[in-house]
């Protein structure tokens, strides 16, 4: 077992990249495997951000549209934004409504469901943001424990629907399990339960299985998708996200928003507007997560850590048998991390996002270094 003195030799012979706050440009991230210490001199896997820096063709639309900071963004910016997304889809502008990442999506809707008080039902684990903000907002929240095998329980969601329950929420792939649901078991169920209330998918991981929901919403009022540019595009800093819905919906639901217009700035549409054309640095991103998923999965394995195969760029494995402090011991070996997930029968489990190759190797080093 090696000391932290020794780690931190391993780490100065490794290929390292440290990233002093802004200095790192994102060419010089995007496509390389190297270890990214931050200037916190901590390696960071516990917010499933992209490694590989923001695409590069948004770096490009950013750095060209700075100069237009001083600028307000005005609508026919947001327009082509909205164009695209559309095209994408094969839908209208109409069903889309554009946030300042897809936790405004979720604020919204929760702020949109909760009007009345009612009931809402999540599985349990999922992204707490919307299940935390409709409790707080005076709505009964009902947790669903995922299945044996970590995935959500459609069966037991829509056995828990009430006369007052007014969104079921759930995110394919589920984090932080990483799991996936059969497509058409999803559709059936997003068909089945809109019927009787609204209904939201969380597709912030969808470009990683392309797979998704989102048509249905042509013809339905109550089926509601949640996007992001903050995972596959590395927008998580920059922040934008949307909302895809019934064209009626997304008026009545706009309603709340507090400006349809300014939320992302002028600088970051033009970047966002760059990014979905950024076909190179996606098939990039996706060929090395993963591989790095694999390599994670296999180490662990090898560990005998049992981890969840994951749709994601993030991995959950069981940490019950840990003796110590298991996030803070990571966190001594350099290395941030989820050790906070709980299901409903008291298993607790830890989940590792998925960096660089090299990032990954250093995790695993450190994994080892700890007493299990
Ligand atoms: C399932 C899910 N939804 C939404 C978000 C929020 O992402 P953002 O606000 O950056 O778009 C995350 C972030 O990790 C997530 O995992």
Request: net charge positive; charged share 25%; glycine share 6%.
């Amino acid at each position: 077992m090696r000391n932290f003195n020794s780690r931190r030799e391993w780490l100065k012979k490794s290929s390292l990249t440290i990233l002093t706050g802004l200095t790192a440009s994102s060419s010089s991230l995007a496509f390389s495997d190297k270890i990214r210490v931050f200037a916190d001199e901590m390696i960071h896997l516990d917010k499933n951000e992209n490694p590989f820096g923001v695409s590069p063709m948004a770096m490009k639309a950013l750095q060209g549209a700075l100069s237009e900071g001083h600028r307000y963004a005005v609508a026919s910016t947001k327009d082509t934004l909205l164009q695209k997304l559309a095209a994408r889809e094969g839908l209208n502008p109409e069903n889309f409504l554009t946030t300042a990442g897809s936790v405004e999506v979720l604020g919204l809707t929760s702020i949109y469901v909760s009007r009345n008080k009612g009931s809402v039902i999540c599985p349990y684990p999922t992204f707490a943001t919307l299940p935390n903000n409709c409790q707080r907002l005076g709505m009964e929240l009902i947790n669903v424990p995922i299945s044996g095998d970590k995935i959500i329980d459609l069966e037991a969601m829509k056995a828990k629907i009430k006369d007052d329950t007014r969104l079921v929420y759930l995110c394919n792939p589920n984090n932080p399990t990483g799991t996936i649901l059969e497509a058409k078991l999803l559709r059936d169920f997003v068909e089945e339960v809109s019927k009787k209330t609204i209904v939201m998918v969380d597709e912030a991981y969808f470009e990683f299985l392309n797979q998704s929901v989102a048509d249905l919403v042509k013809a339905n009022k109550n089926v509601l998708v949640s996007r992001t540019f903050s995972k596959v595009y590395g927008f998580a800093g920059l922040r934008v996200g949307y909302l895809i819905g019934h064209a009626d919906t997304i008026k009545d639901m706009a309603k709340y928003q507090a400006t349809s217009t300014l939320g992302i700035s002028n600088v970051v549409l033009h970047a966002a507007i760059a990014a979905l054309d950024d076909k190179e640095f996606l098939a990039m991103y996706l060929k090395k997560n993963r591989e790095a998923a694999d390599f994670t999965y296999k180490a662990l394995k090898e560990m005998n850590i049992a981890a969840v195969p994951t749709q994601g760029n993030f991995m959950m494995f069981p940490i019950d048998t840990y003796k110590g402090k298991f996030g803070a011991d990571m966190a001594a070996k350099k290395i941030l991390l989820r050790d906070d997930f709980k299901e409903l029968n008291g298993n607790k489990w830890g989940r590792v996002s998925i960096g660089t190759i090299g990032e990954m190797k250093a995790f695993v080093e450190a994994m080892k270094q700890i007493s299990w």
